[in-house]
């Protein structure tokens, strides 16, 4: 919240770039997708595509500085155990996302009229999602060596799968094999299920979206544990 010029103010400012250009300029040509104006039905991606950013970086680039800096030090001499130490950077970039997924709301609500069918669905989904990628981050940070191995996984490998993920179509509007293809993205599964949550379609059935999210959920944490008390990255 100190620095919430670089943390809370360039998602909403992206999220409104994003409403006027694919929303009220693009949308328009579009017309209806899943039953809903294009601007209703890119709302759910749009949150999800700030809550992933923001709380894998959060965790990836505050993680790898302590490890920079030296101070991680101080953590693996103290009497906490590992498994606390990532669950405190897990929670702080699961917090960010959180913060973000209500100001992207916001935005949207001026921009846009979700219904929010399922609130606490979509709170769910929000907070899973976060924790995710949160974990994501960490792990990025354990096996980063560099600030370059910091940006590599998000250029090359999560932004495509976040805009291939289902954020600004629907997945039933792609010809095979690429309809195919596009069910192997973990991310399709969530935006989908925050589709459903706020207006009630999906591509995929949620039952599965949330428990895909699940599994990666319990593997991430537990590798991340594992790795934390092995030393990984950041014993020399």
């Known amino acids: 919240m100190r620095i919430w010029p670089q943390t809370l103010l360039p998602p909403a400012i992206t999220t409104s770039l994003y409403f006027l250009i694919f929303g009220t300029l693009i949308g328009k040509r579009i017309g209806t997708m899943g039953g809903y104006a294009y601007m209703d039905f890119i709302v759910p991606g749009l949150i999800l595509l700030a809550v992933i950013t923001n709380a894998y970086t959060n965790v ?5 500085s302590t490890k920079f800096q030296r101070h991680i030090e101080e953590l693996l001499v103290s009497p906490l155990p590992d498994w606390l130490i990532v669950a405190g950077y897990v929670t702080g970039g699961a917090t960010r996302g959180v913060a973000v997924a209500i100001v992207v709301t916001g935005v949207a609500m001026v921009f846009a009229n979700p219904v929010f069918l399922h609130p606490l669905l979509m709170v769910v989904v929000v907070v899973m999602t976060a924790m995710l990628f949160a974990l994501a981050g960490f792990l990025n940070a354990l096996f980063a ?5 910091i940006s590599i996984m998000p250029t090359f ?3 495509p799968l976040t805009y291939l993920g289902g954020v600004f179509y629907s997945a039933d509007l792609l010809p095979d094999p690429w309809q195919t293809i596009s069910y192997a993205n973990p991310i399709l599964y969530m935006v989908n299920a925050l589709r459903f949550a706020v207006l009630g379609v999906s591509d995929i059935p949620v039952s599965s979206a949330l428990t895909l ?3 990666f959920l319990i593997a991430f944490a537990w590798l991340s544990v594992h790795l934390m008390r092995r030393g990984f990255g950041i014993k020399t």
């Open 60 to 64: 990836s680039t505050s993680f790898y």
């Open 145 to 149: 060596r560099s600030f370059d191995d």
């Open 213 to 215: 999210i699940m599994v």
């Open 157 to 159: 490998v999560l932004t």
